[in-house]
């Protein structure tokens, strides 16, 4: 400002004047974008919303570009609509299981869970490598030091039952998060029988004091100018279903939709919603918004009904097929929305995509550059599409996308099963008797048209493809009468 001001009283020729005014501008703006390409440079943020059990369609965010049933006809969730309006959804994101522990080591190893061998809940972890250098947090930390990373809420990969003398699983710390809440579990949020119960409550499945602590968090590392990684891991919408009052009220007088119908679990939802537009908030007020990328996503699919049964005729995941515990799409296809600096806003993106696709994208947004490294999981960076307006492919080991269900589980199928997408096509697979379904994802969304008869060849070819990325990594294999809960999978001894 003096340079400008003694550039005015000093007496100087008009024309020289006016050049030296324009080198004055020059100089200021060089200086500003020295300033803010310096601040640019500097190591982003990272937050990842992991939902519990929330369906592709059960929010009022339109997943799919020009398909309305791809949300809600009658949950909202105005601030997760201002997220997707800052950034891009993902028509076709899976999780890597339609149950949540084999999803949640997914995302922190990067890991397909049939390659993990983590295949249900209750089951042992014994055969894990958790102290790998290959999980978000320590991968950070190798970017910059500085990085700081956290986890609040549901960790949900480990077990303990006393009666059983049964405890494995791991803590946050040992994958790299210098805070967290522990090892807890779906009990920590309020899961209790009867399962089923629907309640009120000013703090349901702990949404806000979840959210507090993440915001104490995000402002200590703000203040501190740390980078950071916080995984906020909500127990909602998972069962038992709680609502606060006022949420309840208003779904009580709204006119219900034709797909969804339970005021409380409408009103959950939208209470989880508010807790998203308390945290996008608080990152505008400690001025880290523009460098900071969210990643807001769920671990599988919705419940097909609420309370679960056997018969339906249309899943809470309408239009897609079932729900939690299948392989159809509504048991593993999920919502995903990445808003962050250079994403195009209200954006959209058919790629397929994977929970194992975080840790590599994440890294790749940070500045990681070891593509040798990535060649060891399976998830690729998903970082060119999101700075590709949502066009391109995602560069993986193996192509496609592998699902494994080898035991009986009465609530869904009822049968084990086992399933491969790659391209348009999608191949379930039996073990009970080796059936195969073939759909065109294409075209049949809802999977109600089996081509196996029709492409044997091509049905056969996915086949072999499934079962050669099962024998290459070990995968534990379907026997009558394994339930894979709590012996090692050493003790089961059952391998392809």
């Known amino acids: 400002m003096k340079l400008i001001f003694d550039f005015y009283v000093t007496p100087i020729n008009p024309l020289k004047k006016i050049r030296v005014f324009w080198m004055i501008l020059l100089l200021l703006n060089s200086t500003l974008m020295f300033s803010q390409r310096d601040n640019n440079n500097s190591s982003p943020n990272f937050i990842v919303i992991l939902v519990d059990d929330q369906g592709w369609s059960g929010t009022s965010v339109q997943m799919k570009k020009g398909d309305a049933s791809s949300k809600s006809d009658y949950h909202h969730t105005p601030n997760l609509e201002k997220l997707a309006a800052k950034g891009m959804r993902f028509s076709q994101a899976y999780s890597t299981s339609p149950v949540c522990a084999p999803s949640r080591y997914s995302l922190q190893f990067g890991k397909s869970a049939a390659r993990l061998n983590m295949i249900r809940v209750q089951m042992s972890t014994d055969h894990i490598d958790h102290t790998t250098e290959m999980t978000i947090p320590k991968i950070l930390k190798k970017i910059n030091s500085k990085y700081v ?197 209200n954006s959209f993106s058919d790629t397929p995509v994977s929970l194992a696709d975080v840790l590599p994208t994440i890294a790749d947004l940070a500045g990681h550059s070891s593509r040798r490294q990535m060649k060891t999981i399976d998830g690729g960076s998903i970082k060119k599409v999101l700075y590709n307006s949502g066009i391109g492919k995602v560069k993986r080991k193996d192509k496609g996308f592998y699902f494994h269900v080898p035991y009986i589980n009465n609530i869904a199928f009822g049968r084990p099963h086992s399933s491969i997408i790659t391209g348009l096509y999608k191949l379930i697979k039996f073990h009970d008797n080796d059936e195969l379904n073939l759909f065109d994802l294409s075209i049949d969304i809802g999977e109600q048209n089996n081509l196996a008869m029709e492409f044997p060849r091509k049905a056969k070819k996915l086949e072999s493809k499934m079962e050669r990325y099962f024998k290459k990594h070990k995968t534990v294999k379907w026997r009558n009468g394994i339930d894979w809960k709590y012996k090692s999978i050493q003790e089961i001894n059952s391998f392809y």
């Open 149 to 345: 990373s956290a986890h609040y809420g549901k960790w949900g990969m480990g077990i303990s039952n006393s009666k059983l003398g049964v405890n494995f699983g791991v803590h946050p710390s040992v994958l790299g998060y210098d805070f967290s809440d522990g090892k807890t579990t779906n009990r920590d949020g309020g899961f209790q029988p009867p399962e089923w119960e629907f309640s009120t409550s000013e703090d349901p499945k702990k949404i806000y004091s979840l959210t507090q602590r993440s915001i104490a968090f995000i402002e200590k590392q703000s203040k501190s100018k740390n980078p950071f990684y916080l995984q906020l891991s909500h127990y909602a919408v998972h069962s038992n279903i709680q609502a606060t009052k006022r949420s309840l009220e208003k779904y009580e007088k709204n006119e219900k939709g034709k797909l969804h119908k339970n005021a409380y679990f409408a009103a959950l939802t939208e209470d989880l919603d508010y807790s998203v537009g308390i945290l996008l908030n608080k990152l505008q007020e400690f001025g880290i918004a523009n460098n900071t990328y969210i990643i807001y996503c769920s671990d599988n699919g919705a419940v097909p009904t609420l309370p679960p049964r056997r018969k339906y005729k249309h899943s809470y995941n309408y239009p897609l097929s079932r729900g939690k515990w299948d392989l159809k799409e509504g048991g593993i296809r999920i919502p995903f929305i990445v808003s962050g600096p250079n994403i195009k806003p």
